[in-house]
């Protein structure tokens, strides 16, 4: 079957440090990948994307890292913010950005 | 500009009932996608239409049905509502690869 799951259900960290959350995907055949961060009330909202011919992409205040050979994703956020405090979720793309497949997501608190 | 809208923010429905769930996507997206979001958990693709045509169908009982319109808006039905039904529904409008959402449609069935 076809999953994407998260392996840490919540993560807390303190303003100003490093966070990284981590994604565990199963389908092999997947060359997109996106992590969304959605926030209380709200829709899910784009934060960067990679696809599988890359292992590393950067953008601003966030990096994503993609292992193909152990079907793992990061998430990586420097200098974490209060407002970076949402639900993450990594996502697969199939069939050329019809479906997206989700996991379970990661809570992130940020502590000022 | 305008991002994704859906109607209603939230309704209560009760067992047995029919619901229609309306999206508007971004201007100029062809692509629209429908999503059911339990609570704690990510988004589980439902439906995906282009062009007016269904391209994808997630694994949901037919009671669950879609159609977009010519201005490729999109309506979203679902019959004979059950108690597990109660999910936020999200809908997503797409040019190419990356999905933009709407703030869903909270439903609760009682």
């Known amino acids: 079957g076809e999953s994407v799951g998260l392996h840490l259900p919540t993560l807390s960290v303190q303003e100003g440090d490093n966070s990284i959350i981590n994604c565990a995907y199963s389908?092999?055949?997947?060359?997109?990948f996106i992590w969304y961060k959605q926030e209380s009330g709200k829709g899910p909202q784009f934060i960067i994307d990679?696809?599988?011919?890359?292992d590393k992409r950067q953008g601003q205040r966030v990096t994503v890292l993609l292992n193909k050979t152990v079907k793992h994703l990061s998430l990586q956020i420097a200098a974490t913010q209060p407002g970076d405090s949402a639900v993450y979720f990594c996502a697969e793309v199939y069939n050329q950005g019809g479906k997206l497949i989700f996991g379970q997501g990661t809570e992130l608190s940020v502590k000022p | 500009d305008a991002g994704v809208t859906q109607s209603p923010t939230h309704l209560i429905k009760t067992r047995g009932q029919q619901v229609t769930l309306r999206c508007s996507p971004i201007?100029?997206?062809?692509?629209v996608s429908w999503y059911q979001q339990v609570l704690g958990q990510g988004p589980q693709f439902i439906f995906q239409?282009?062009?007016?045509?269904?391209?994808g169908r997630g694994n949901f009982p037919d009671r669950f049905s879609a159609r977009q319109f010519p201005n490729y808006s999109s309506e979203l039905n679902v019959n004979a509502l059950l108690l597990g039904d109660s999910a936020l529904y999200l809908c997503?409008?797409?040019?190419?690869?990356?999905?933009?959402f709407g703030p869903g449609t909270r439903l609760t069935v009682l």
């Open positions: 201007s100029g997206h062809k692509s």
């Open positions: 997503a409008s797409s040019l190419e690869d990356e999905q933009f």
């Open positions: 389908n092999s055949a997947s060359d997109y």
């Open positions: 239409y282009y062009e007016k045509e269904e391209r």
């Open positions: 990679i696809r599988s011919n890359m």
